[in-house]
């Protein structure tokens, strides 16, 4: 028998029509269709439902159990970080391990090791006045006295035992002084016409080395030239040094060490930090580069522990109320104790898998405890939400099996879907970024099932106490049975603003109309932005703007802005006597015609060889030999004795150039320089211009033995500026069908899903715009960010689009309006507590940190505007009906109606005698009794 209509109102009646029957239409506003997807959204939310309520109905009624067994197990994760490995080197992080700068770079370690590393110095007056005087040069020599007598080491050690020389020479620090052997007697006799009738000299060699000398490489300023070209003044001088490297991999630092060398470069900047009257001196080594770097990242962690406390207090504040009863700071403590445990999993699973730490993960920490805050957030609001700390008739148990019901599924989502675009960014050629990426996702899994086990099981311990009515700080002390809580602690003042004001703002008429063109004008601006966001990266950025190392570097692009960057062509084992005629000159040729090849700067030994042949053993040349290069010698016996000769005397520097095997030429090299080069997009199409010449099909027949390629150490980072646009696009596509995928299956409905990804969609656009706006480029630092970006943006959206779907209030601005009183707060705090973790790295010194800081400011401010203004508006719009109630259905089953139940009825009579067809809405009332409503 049907339920009884106890209440009603007349039905309007709807125009003529000679349809028949009853259509059912539900109290939201859309007629019902017994389909098979919605049986399977239903289906998959009610399975996930329900298996939620059972674990944290198990939690719940033994949380020690739960609690012993969650450390025990973390703790058995966290032994990995015994294997912690750290790895610091860029060539080893940021390049595919696979891709040709690393193959050549291993052939050079084999064949061409190189054996020294360069510190260097610049000299510089403060009024900045010229410096190729008399004075200028003597107190250069000054200096250098000074860099050359420096002990180091506490042994002893000083110069000349660490310095490399080239070829069996004395060694000789490049600078200008060179031109007059370092000679203090020479240089005070010079008067200063000489000097620059000296430096305008062609051909400069050096009368101590017997290299050529490039003058613009040593001396710049700006440098002012005379009409003839000549150089009148300069202001700034560079010496070179060159040092033994004697380097080994320290696995505990992830870098290479050199004890000596750190050791004497740790002296030389000890020597110049405090200045000099008159002067200005800079000094660059790779001691002080690294150090510079380390010291910026290990004096952020002040930041990361200020962020953890700042985190605990906002926590404590919003988690529960101000009362003694109900506040809940030793919940927000042990919450943020289950996010710690999270991170030690991360670092100890991280670590056993043998994936190696970077720079790149000390920011791991705070992303972890931004995903898990927001964690902590929407479990805590859906136990209010039922009133959870109301002493009623259902047990502890119930409630917390209630809460998880409907908080396990929002956070089984926002994890999915970030462990999803973690994974996928594990895909990378890129082995920090991959490594990185693995470590995120398991940080993420673990703050997930910690989550729903040891942080309900002390979520249980805590409802407990407010039970039995324990003071919140001190559970031991019993509250008085006629204590009550103050009045304006029961109060929610931001879900009754989110309710009473701001649902009604956004999902009125006019504003959903401000906010559909706000959020057209963002997007608009967002591509345009996108069009004007550069790739570029450049490794001065590591460094703080105020270290000595990043001073250099600046000063000496400035000083010295013609320097190219210096390459070289590596020819392996071919018959130079025989066929060195035709493939020298042919490399020679085609790096001459090279657009991106300084003119005059290729440097062949073969050519010089071969000319030194002709002016000076010209007898043992084949008959009838005119051109010089087109000439052998007699035999290949010959062609190697004279080669020995040559390079004992006048070509003793093209030595290192050369490696012989068995008295024989196993491979050689001819050195270039680049043009400036700005921005990584030129320097990678001057890289690809010279591999995409210079490569081994160049010599015909030419095995792995033959070769021949071009390498430069700034290859290794072009290269990777050249896949990194890929890479981030790729990541990118792929995680946001992903994020498609998962939220279609754990939302359970097609229309939520795709104005979720709409959602993120939107962010990524304005977060690449502003990050342009913002100086930002596209390099490896952003490239991760905007991949975390996904997930955490998703995070946002999935809450309300699922607090949407879960909602049966009415309509869809109904169903909204509940939807943000009931999961708004909890999104909000997430989304502000993540900034709190981040804001102190405004005023990080590390790119990296700062960076991050930058990108989270804009992941919060935009995920939260579409996920909080933006999504609202489409869903109660667009949006789809809400699940089936599963738990009514299973109280109510055989007896009660559920909360919304359909009746339909075959209408009484003839199909003529009925011309229209009826509208009925039947739902339960708080009587048990179905109510017929309009």
């Given amino acids: 028998m049907p339920p009884q209509a106890n209440s009603g109102a007349a039905l309007p009646t709807p125009p003529s029509t000679t349809t028949t029957g009853v259509t059912v239409v539900d109290q939201y506003g859309e007629e019902e269709h017994d389909s098979c997807c919605r049986n399977l959204t239903n289906t998959i939310n009610g399975a996930l439902e329900n298996f939620f309520a059972a674990i944290g109905r198990g939690v719940a009624n033994n949380p020690w159990k739960v609690i012993i067994i969650s450390l025990v197990l973390s703790l058995l994760c966290m032994v990995g970080v015994l294997e912690l490995q750290s790895e610091n080197r860029g060539e080893k992080n940021w390049v595919s391990q696979t891709s040709d700068p690393i193959k050549h770079k291993e052939w050079i370690d084999d064949v061409f090791p190189i054996p020294s590393r360069t510190s260097k110095l610049l000299l510089e007056k403060k009024d900045g006045s010229d410096l190729l005087t008399r004075d200028g040069l003597l107190k250069l020599y000054e200096e250098d006295q000074k860099v050359k007598g420096m002990l180091f080491n506490k042994t002893g050690y000083q110069w000349t035992d660490i310095c490399y020389s080239a070829a069996g020479s004395a060694c000789i620090p490049t600078s200008v002084l060179e031109l007059w052997s370092y000679d203090r007697a020479i240089i005070s006799n010079l008067t200063n016409d000489q000097i620059k009738a000296t430096i305008n000299s062609q051909g400069l060699v050096s009368p101590m080395t017997g290299q050529n000398i490039t003058i613009e490489r040593l001396v710049g300023g700006p440098v002012k030239r005379g009409q003839n070209g000549d150089i009148e003044e300069a202001s700034v001088l560079k010496v070179d040094y060159r040092l033994k490297k004697q380097d080994i991999f320290d696995e505990g630092s992830g870098r290479d060490v050199d004890q000596y060398a750190d050791a004497w470069e740790e002296e030389l900047e000890k020597t110049f930090e405090n200045g000099d009257a008159d002067y200005v001196i800079f000094t660059y080594s790779l001691w002080a580069n690294d150090k510079a770097s380390e010291d910026a990242s290990n004096g952020d962690l002040q930041f990361f522990v200020v962020g953890y406390i700042l985190v605990i207090i906002y926590l404590s504040i919003m988690l529960g109320s101000f009362s003694r009863i109900g506040h809940k700071i030793l919940l927000a403590i042990a919450g943020i ?93 890129l082995p920090a970024l991959r490594s990185f990426s693995v470590w995120c996702a398991i940080g993420i899994l673990a703050i997930f099932l910690l989550t729903i086990t040891l942080f309900t099981a002390l979520l249980t311990l805590d409802a407990r106490r407010q039970e039995k009515e324990r003071d919140a700080c001190c559970c031991c002390l019993k509250l008085s049975s006629d204590y009550e809580p103050p009045s304006c602690s029961e109060t929610k003042y931001l879900k009754g603003f989110l309710k009473n004001y701001y649902a009604r703002v956004i999902l009125s008429t006019p504003g959903k109309v401000i906010v559909l063109i706000a959020v057209a004008g963002l997007l608009g601006g967002g591509l345009y932005g996108m069009t004007e966001l550069e790739q570029n990266f450049d490794f001065v950025w590591f460094l703080p703007t105020d270290s000595r190392p990043r001073m250099f570097i600046e000063k000496d692009r400035i000083a010295f802005p013609g320097n190219g960057v210096p390459g070289d062509i590596y020819i392996g084992r071919i018959d130079y006597w025989k066929d060195g005629h035709v493939h020298m000159d042919k490399i020679k040729t085609a790096l001459e015609n090279d657009k991106f090849v300084s003119e005059g700067t290729v440097s062949s030994w073969f050519h010089h060889y071969n000319e030194w042949l002709h002016q000076n053993h010209r007898d043992m040349l084949e008959d009838n030999c005119v051109a010089i290069n087109k000439c052998k010698t007699k035999n290949d016996t010959v062609f190697y004795q004279l080669l020995d000769v040559f390079l004992a005397g006048e070509g003793k520097h093209y030595k290192s150039l050369i490696k012989m095997d068995d008295k024989r030429i196993r491979a050689s090299k001819i050195q270039y320089t680049h043009i400036q080069l700005v921005g990584s997009v030129q320097q990678v199409d001057a890289m690809d211009s010279i591999t995409g010449t210079i490569k081994p099909g160049l010599i015909p027949d030419g095995g792995e033995e033959i070769l021949p390629f071009a390498f430069n150490q700034n290859y290794i980072n072009w290269s990777t500026n050249k896949v990194i646009s890929t890479e981030l696009v790729r990541n990118i596509a792929l995680a946001g069908a992903c994020v498609l995928v998962v939220t279609l299956f754990l939302l359970s409905n097609l229309v939520a899903s795709l104005l979720v990804v709409a959602c993120v969609a939107f962010s990524l656009i304005e977060i690449a715009a502003f990050m342009g706006f913002w100086g930002l480029t596209i390099d490896t630092v952003t490239t991760i960010i905007l991949v975390i970006a996904i997930g955490l943006t998703v995070d946002y959206s999935v809450h ?29 705090h997430g989304g502000f507590s993540t900034f709190l973790a981040f804001a102190l790295l405004s005023a990080s010194q590390s790119y990296v940190f700062l960076t991050f800081f930058k990108v989270f400011f804009l992941v919060v401010i935009f995920g939260m505007f579409h996920g909080m203004v933006f999504l609202p508006v489409m869903l109660s719009l667009i949006g789809p009906a809400p699940y089936a109630d599963h738990k009514a259905s299973k109280d109510n089953a055989g007896s009660q109606p559920t909360d919304v139940q359909r009746q339909i009825s075959q209408p009484k009579g003839r199909p003529s005698e009925r011309d229209h067809e009826m509208v009925i809405v039947i739902e339960k009332g708080s009587d048990n009794t179905a109510y017929v409503k309009e």
């Fill in 800 to 828: 309300i689009a699922h607090g949407f779907m879960a909602s049966r209030a009415g309509d869809r601005n109904q169903r909204m309006t509940e939807a943000l009183y009931e999961v708004g707060p909890a999104v909000f």
């Fill in 337 to 429: 104790g289950v996010i710690g445990i999270s991170i030690g999993i991360a670092y100890g699973l991280g670590s056993a898998f043998q994936l190696k730490y970077t720079g790149v993960h000390n920011v791991l920490p705070f992303l972890l405890l931004g995903i898990g805050v927001d964690d902590l957030f929407v479990i805590v609001q859906s136990w209010d939400n039922i009133g959870g700390p109301i002493r009623d008739h259902r047990t502890i148990p119930e409630k917390i099996s209630l809460a998880m019901r409907h908080a396990g599924v929002s956070v089984l989502v926002t994890s999915v879907t970030d462990i999803c675009a973690f994974a996928i960014g594990s895909a990378t050629i």
